[in-house]
């Protein structure tokens, strides 16, 4: 049974940064995809970015690109998500996610096997 805990999160200004975290409990950390989605209030959940196991390619949406950096620690089980320049616009509950799939594009929130609850990220003008 695989876990996954983000931390992080919290209210912050205009221009701030926040480093999200998430704890990977379970099984194998290093051969899974992990990646971050977000949902803001009344939207569609998006993705935001994800990294491979192993080879570490990342892959982010281009509305984050540029500001955002996704990474892993393989030996703490953890997958981190440095935001920098943070915008009104990225205020949502930020979920983690970790899969196996890697035919399927990263994007695709169906696609990962483990979620987490979110942790909620507040970006204040």
């Known amino acids: 049974q695989v876990q996954l805990e983000e931390s992080g999160g919290g209210l912050v200004q205009v221009g701030d940064f926040l480093r999200l975290s998430c704890q990977f409990i379970g099984r194998t950390f290093g051969s899974v995809r992990m990646a971050w989605f977000r949902q803001a209030l009344g939207k569609e959940r998006e993705f935001v970015a994800a990294?491979?196991?192993?080879?570490?390619?990342?892959y982010y949406a281009d509305s984050v690109k540029g500001r955002f950096t996704i990474s892993r620690d393989n030996a703490r089980n953890t997958m981190y998500l440095q935001m920098n320049s943070l915008k009104p616009e990225d205020t949502a509950v930020y979920y983690c996610?970790?899969?196996?799939?890697?035919?399927?594009?990263?994007?695709?929130?169906?696609?990962?096997?483990?979620r987490g609850q979110g942790t909620q990220v507040t970006v204040s003008s």
């Open positions: 996610a970790a899969g196996n799939r890697y035919s399927a594009p990263p994007s695709g929130w169906d696609d990962y096997n483990y």
């Open positions: 990294i491979n196991g192993y080879s570490g390619i990342t």
